[in-house]
């Protein structure tokens, strides 16, 4: 097997280059903060809405996605 070409060259990565970046470290640190933020938004809008139903939809749903979107319901 030949090694010439863009696709056969191989990739010399060093993962501790990146953790000594700082606009890496502060593009991971954004990214996990926004990542909690989006958690903590989530949760307060289903405690707000807890028990309303917001949707109705028009075709039978699977058996694995009515624990998610019946959550808190008795229906049949």
Do not use: D, R
Not at 11 to 18: H, K, R, T, V
Not at 19 to 37: A, H
């Amino acid at each position: 097997m030949e090694k010439e070409g863009i696709l056969s060259e191989e990739i010399y990565n060093n993962p501790m280059a990146a953790m000594q970046n700082p606009e890496m470290m502060g593009g991971m640190l954004k990214g996990n903060l926004q990542g909690i933020m989006n958690i903590m938004l989530f949760q307060v809008v289903g405690q707000i809405f807890q028990g309303f139903i917001i949707a109705k939809v028009p075709f039978v749903l699977g058996q694995k996605f009515k624990g998610t979107l019946q959550q808190g319901f008795n229906l049949q």
